[in-house]
């Protein structure tokens, strides 16, 4: 069969082909050649613009017709361009048909020879192997790709799986030498991590706990504990402090202090709870051991209150017997010296001088005895918080010459003398007059009774007006008293241990009654004195410098 | 579809918003693959998917994600694989657009699993083609818009794009006609 094919097939059937004359002039190529030789034009020789790849010398004809199947590898001289030829060779006239296309190893050689696919042939295989060598290459980079990207992650999972490793050992080594109670729980409340300190602390093995729920070891009064924290997790995940008791492996129980914190993955939610606990069973036996030691001070304080509020009604009392009983006796004992003093005024007749002297006697002492009820009646009053002083304008000077007066009978008795210092200015000051009075005749009463016969009793009033107060100053030249004696001197029915105040009469009551008359005033009453050469009290009131 | 195809919507997505935005995709597309090999098959359901998760993690309508991603394929993927061939194909607009029948079917050599589209063409005239796309998949034609305008963009040659046979309305395939002006510089 014979076909023939014209010119334009022909050229569109191998776009590269080259006609070469006996010497190898070239008589014809094709469009796509031209293009990419535009040099190579009929009446140019081969070799001018082609050389054999594999030798170096140049193309010769007979090369050429002596091996039809061989392939012919042609180099342009000023290009990439290699040409893959298989050539036919034609007589009479001898030309040589260069059929094939250009040699390309990948897509980039098409750019820089400036072809495109339109320049081949359909039936050329070379640009399909070029997509196929070019998805090659684009497998091979996606490959690359990927094994650099699991060579990365390969790094990263080895890191991680290190930290995890570093992580587990420093976690192992603290739960190992921990001497707390650590525990991890999962979702269906069993355990699935215990720490060895379990051995120490329950007497179990950590294995023991491994796979079962707190449940079983819970004392069955603390159950409720475990469901109310359950149910609190549920709602929402969250530390807890609790205390209760668990059971060890000598089946006693234990107080364990435990926090249970929930574990959390990294989208928050809880997958396991932590639970850190100690034993407390010490402290709760000494909290309990505190309790009842409380519970019993408690009664004790109770009972204690009990006696002092039956003490106070006794006080009250007390109290309220003695102002019954002074009133009682001072009522008969004012007729009894007022009958005295009608008898020795006459007023029931003359009496003889025996009878004067007995019923002095009689009047003396009971203005002594008026004088120890009235006492005792102020000091009952006082202690039962029914005494009550009148405060107004009061004169120092005043008050200082009329507690004088109160007392100068007694003190010529005994032939002393009284002197008196009253400050130049008067001194005015807030007071109840009758009271302060009533608590400096007391002093004097006293320094007139411990004076000696001939002695000297001098009282004075002056002021400090940087302190604000106003001081009453009663001094003897009495018998002084011992400094063992001072603390126990203004309490009421006090006798001193001095064996000369033991010699006077007393009831121990004018030193105590005049101090908490002085109190009620806002002041207070001193004393310095000097066994054998004498006293001085004094009584300091508050006073308010005229302006 | 081959990887290439997924490759184009996570280079893009990754590109153009970022790699948080492609974990999104991906994790609400469901996949959980890192890199695609551009000649493996995949599901296609799988680019569906992808496209679609982009959309709503965009804000966006899928079309013009498929859009976004036929621009994106031609400027950057597959000129950064197969640059010297899309080169080849054609040195100017109307070159490659005529010879896009022939390139796709020797994609079909190469790619033995591949279904891919046919493409085929009509009128050719100095300043318009008409593209005839035949697929046996549906709802891929605003990526073939988004091809086109990629093309232009590459060979520098402003184009428009006009949807002139619709599927969607009942033919047997999309038609696109092609019109253009000179390319820039020319």
Redesign the interface.
């Known amino acids: 069969m014979s076909v023939t094919i014209p010119p334009e097939r022909f050229g569109l059937l191998f776009p590269f082909h080259l006609v070469c004359d006996a010497d190898l002039v070239v008589q014809h190529t094709g469009r796509s050649l031209r293009r990419t030789c535009p040099a190579l034009v009929p009446g140019e020789a081969l070799n001018a613009h082609f050389t054999p790849l594999a030798s170096p010398g140049p193309i010769r004809p007979d090369d050429l017709a002596g091996e039809p199947r061989r392939l012919q590898l042609l180099r342009h001289r000023t290009s990439p361009l290699i040409l893959r030829m298989q050539v036919l060779v034609f007589e009479e006239p001898r030309r040589f048909v260069f059929l094939g296309s250009p040699w390309l190893r ?3 050689d ?2 820089a020879l400036g ?4 320049d081949f042939a ?1 039936h050329d295989a070379s ?2 192997l ?3 060598v ?2 090659a290459i ?2 091979l ?3 690359r ?2 094994t650099a ?1 699991l060579t990365e ?1 390969r790094a990263q999972l080895r890191d991680a799986n290190d930290a995890l490793q570093a992580s587990q050992s420093r976690f192992r080594r603290l739960t190992d030498t921990i001497t707390d109670l650590v525990s991890i729980v999962d979702l269906d409340n069993r355990y699935v991590y215990v720490s060895p300190s379990c051995r120490t602390i329950l007497g179990f093995e950590p294995e023991h706990l491994l796979d079962r729920t707190p449940d079983e070891f819970f004392h069955p009064d603390d159950l409720h504990i475990l469901r109310d924290i359950r149910a609190r997790r549920t709602e929402a995940p969250r530390t807890e402090q609790t205390d209760y008791r668990f059971r060890t492996a000598s089946g006693d129980y234990r107080w364990l202090e435990a926090a249970s914190s929930p574990v959390l993955d990294d989208d928050g939610t809880m997958v396991q709870v932590l639970v850190v606990s100690r034993d407390i069973s010490r402290r709760k036996a000494a909290e309990e051991a505190l309790a009842a030691s409380r519970d019993r001070l408690q009664k004790q304080a109770e009972d204690l209150a009990r006696a002092n509020e039956e003490l106070a009604v006794s006080a009250r009392m007390k109290d309220q017997f003695f102002a019954n009983m002074s009133h009682e006796l001072r009522t008969p004992l004012a007729a009894m010296i007022g009958l005295s003093e009608s008898l020795r005024g006459g007023v029931y007749g003359s009496v003889s001088p025996g009878q004067d002297r007995i019923i002095g006697t009689i009047e003396e002492s009971g203005n002594h005895l008026l004088e120890m009820i009235n006492d005792i009646l102020d000091l009952a009053k006082l202690e039962a918080g029914t005494l009550t002083i009148t405060p107004g304008p009061c004169d120092a000077g005043e008050i200082l010459q009329a507690s004088i007066s109160m007392v100068r009978s007694q003190a010529a008795k005994k032939e002393q003398s009284i002197r008196r210092l009253l400050p130049s200015a008067p001194i005015r000051f807030e007071a109840d007059g009758r009271r302060i009075r009533q608590a400096l005749v007391n002093l004097l009463s006293n320094a007139v009774k411990f004076t000696p016969p001939g002695g000297t009793i001098e009282m004075r009033v002056d002021t400090d007006a940087e302190a604000g107060e106003v001081r009453f100053h009663v001094e003897d030249t009495g018998v002084g008293i011992p400094e063992a004696d001072l603390p126990s001197l203004f309490r009421p029915f006090t006798q001193l241990s001095s064996g000369l105040a033991k010699s006077h009469e007393g009831a121990g009551l004018g030193l105590a009654l005049s101090q908490r008359l002085v109190r009620m005033h806002g002041g207070r009453i001193g004393v310095t004195s000097t066994p054998g050469q004498g006293s001085c009290f004094t009584v300091t009131l508050p006073w308010t410098p005229p302006r | 579809m081959y ?1 290439m195809v997924n490759r184009a919507i996570q280079d893009h997505v990754h590109r153009c918003h970022g790699e948080a935005m492609w974990a999104r995709v991906k994790e609400r597309a469901g996949v959980d693959i ?6 493996e098959a995949y599901p296609d359901e799988l680019s569906y998917c992808l496209v679609g998760a982009a959309a709503a993690e965009m804000g966006v309508a899928a079309e013009e994600v498929l859009h976004e991603f036929g621009i994106f394929w031609v400027l950057h993927t597959a000129r950064e ?5 899309m ?5 100017s607009l109307p ?1 490659f657009l005529q ?1 896009l029948p ?2 796709h079917d ?2 079909a ?3 033995p699993n591949l279904k891919p589209p046919q493409f085929d063409y009509s009128n050719a005239g100095p300043d318009r083609i008409t593209v005839h796309y035949h697929s046996h998949r549906t709802g891929l034609a605003p990526f073939v818009v988004g091809l086109l305008h990629g093309l232009g963009r590459m060979y520098e040659t402003p184009v428009t794009v006009e949807h002139t046979v619709r599927r969607a309305d009942g033919a047997d395939h999309d038609e696109f006609l092609v019109t253009w002006s000179a390319p820039a510089g020319a």
């Open positions: 990948s897509a980039s098409l750019t072809l495109t696919f339109s359909v640009v399909d070029l997509q196929v070019q998805t684009a497998s980079d996606d490959a790709e990927a990207r992650q | 990887g890192d890199v695609f090999i551009r000649n694989g197969y640059g010297d061939l080169a080849a194909a054609g040195s070159e010879y022939n390139f020797r994609v050599l190469i790619y």
